[in-house]
């Protein structure tokens, strides 16, 4: 059969993930060390795999409602209101997804139509872009600076606008920067569109793992910007959940309508078994959380100062668990990099150029791994390092 005939051309067209790319081969050398996937190196606390265990002992192994358990979403609503102070009703304002992807997939099916712009800040990561042009809308970048922190400043999204904007993304805590966006920073986007009517997608995936001391503030918690943004959270970075598959959105009950009804035929409900664990977690884990951000953030600062010492700039990541360092010096292209690197010294991280073409120049490397691991890959690195600045 002639496939080429037969495919859609649009998604035959996207590239594969530049995440994978690298941790596929590393995973099949070996004494190869990966620092290039976000995955939380800790087991999901066990109060939390408990009420996962319980929930299926007990027989709970059927559909939930096509927007999640009313437990949880009530719950969802409860950790928003004391953490953030921001008010969402259960009945209607908040859909449980397969992870924070499917919810970021189904907000901008949900409002984007052909034609339409979509304004994303990069680096970012690396899902925006392929979805929006499988809805038919078309991805417009703004370019973070590392003079500017990686923010998205008010002024360059200004430039941006047109008559065709229906989306911003705001992808903060920012993977691969780590970079984060102040409450003023945050109020400065927001009087750029406060007379618009475009809507906010705000990824905040990384909202608790923060180390500068200033609290995350959700975008729709800023005057004026709640009627207009869906947030996107979820378990898996947070509670080390990966592999439950298990996120949320909130946002303006006719768009989360719109994002449960795509949700409904495409899924039907997410899996019963996480729904239970996550009411767990949120009821009880806020300590496991802060061991892990304490001990994400000792990984941080052993990272940073590994790359500044061996004499590669090194932005001061805030958020996430991802370091964003400049490679230029050695005189590769990131993508050259990180080929050499994996196959000289067997180890693997991300070209900064899978997040976007400004990311040329960079690389990223998750912490998200143990400290052993890291500073070995340091040790590497630094070797690797040293070997091509002298030439």
């Given at each position: 059969m002639n496939y080429d005939k037969l495919v859609n051309p649009v998604v035959s067209a996207l590239p594969p993930s530049g995440i994978r790319k690298f941790f596929d081969a590393a995973s099949m050398m070996e004494d190869a060390i990966s620092l290039g996937v976000g995955e939380p190196d800790f087991v999901t606390p066990w109060a939390i795999r408990e009420a996962g265990i319980y929930s299926l002992?007990?027989?709970?192994?059927?559909?939930?409602?096509?927007?999640?358990?009313?437990?949880?979403?009530?719950e969802i609503a409860r950790y928003n209101k004391r953490k953030y102070n921001v008010e969402y009703d259960p009945n209607g304002q908040i859909?449980?997804?397969?992870?924070?992807?499917?919810?970021?997939?189904?907000?901008?099916?949900?409002?984007?139509?052909?034609?339409?712009?979509?304004?994303?800040?990069?680096?970012?990561?690396?899902?925006?872009k392929?979805?929006?042009?499988?809805?038919?809308g078309v991805p417009v970048t703004i370019e973070t600076k590392e003079e500017n922190d990686f923010r998205l400043m008010p002024e360059q999204l200004k430039e941006k606008i047109t008559d065709k904007t229906k989306l911003l993304i705001l992808p903060y805590p920012n993977n691969p920067t780590g970079a984060v966006m102040s409450r003023a920073d945050l109020e400065a986007v927001a009087e750029v569109i406060r007379d618009t009517d475009i809507l906010v997608l705000s990824d905040e995936i990384y909202g608790e793992l923060r180390y500068s001391g200033e609290e995350h503030t959700p975008f729709s918690a800023i005057d004026g910007m709640l009627e207009r943004t869906v947030i996107v959270n979820g378990f898996s970075k947070t509670y080390a959940m990966t592999g439950w598959r298990l996120g949320y959105a909130l946002g303006p009950e006719r768009i989360i309508g719109l994002m449960t009804k795509i949700h409904q035929y495409g899924i039907m409900s997410s899996p019963t078994t996480s729904q239970y664990a996550a009411i767990e977690a949120l009821r009880s884990c806020d300590d496991d959380v802060e061991d892990m951000r304490r001990e994400y953030n000792y990984r941080r600062r052993v990272i940073v100062d590994g790359f500044r010492e061996m004499g590669l700039s090194c932005f001061e990541p805030y958020g996430a668990f991802y370091v964003f360092p400049c490679i230029s010096s050695t005189g590769m292209t990131s993508d050259e990099f990180c080929s050499r690197l994996l196959r000289e010294?067997?180890?693997?991280?991300?070209?900064?150029?899978?997040?976007?073409?400004?990311?040329?120049?960079?690389?990223?490397?998750?912490?998200?791994?143990?400290?052993?691991?890291?500073?070995?890959?340091?040790?590497?690195?630094?070797?690797?390092?040293?070997?091509?600045?002298?030439?």
């Open positions: 002992e007990s027989g709970r192994t059927y559909y939930t409602a096509n927007s999640g358990l009313l437990e949880l979403r009530e859909l449980v997804s397969v992870g924070g992807s499917e919810a970021i997939d189904a907000m901008i099916r949900s409002v984007v139509c052909p034609g339409d712009e979509v304004l994303i800040p990069e680096p970012s990561f690396v899902c925006y392929p979805l929006t042009i499988m809805a038919g010294e067997k180890v693997a991280v991300v070209p900064g150029t899978a997040f976007g073409r400004c990311g040329e120049g960079f690389i990223r490397c998750s912490y998200a791994y143990s400290i052993e691991k890291i500073e070995e890959a340091l040790k590497r690195i630094a070797r690797f390092v040293e070997k091509y600045k002298k030439q």
